[in-house]
Nanobody, 127 residues
Framework: QVQLVETGGGLVQAGDSLRLSCIAS?????????MAWFRQAPGKDREFVAG????????DYGDSVKGRFTISRSSGKNAGYLQMNSLRPEDTAVFYC???????????????????WGSGTRVTVSS
């Protein structure tokens, strides 16, 4: 079983940057897994933020974060990252790391496609 743990959240001001990390631990690594970040603001549905293919060769971003956020993963394929720049108050949410097995290039934007989830890290952006 693989566990995902997110770190790096916090309280920042608008325009600041944060880097979220997702560390996988357990009996298996994330080799061969697609990784994605989702976020959920109070009273809203869980929203796709960014995804990266198993080999890092393909990335996809939600429209609201395109050009500001960058997803990456470690060369050892056991950790993922979300660099968030130019943060806005509307980025305030709990951010979740997720993963699913997949050796192709498809990156799902639906949360139901992912079988592994972390417990989330809170990001609060003040104006």
């Amino acid at each position: 079983q693989v566990q995902l743990v997110e770190t790096g959240g916090g309280l920042v001001q608008a325009g600041d940057s944060l880097r979220l990390s997702c560390i996988a631990s357990g009996r298996r690594t994330l080799s061969g897994y697609v990784m994605a970040w989702f976020r959920q603001a109070p009273g809203k549905d869980r929203e796709f933020v960014a995804g990266i293919s198993w080999d890092g060769g393909r990335k996809d971003y939600g429209d609201s974060v395109k050009g500001r956020f960058t997803i990456s993963r470690s060369s050892g394929k056991n950790a993922g990252y979300l660099q968030m720049n130019s943060l806005r108050p509307e980025d305030t949410a709990v951010f979740y790391c997720s993963a699913r097995p997949g050796a192709g290039d498809r990156i799902d934007r639906s949360s139901s496609a992912y079988e592994l989830w972390g417990s989330g890290t809170r990001v609060t952006v003040s104006s």
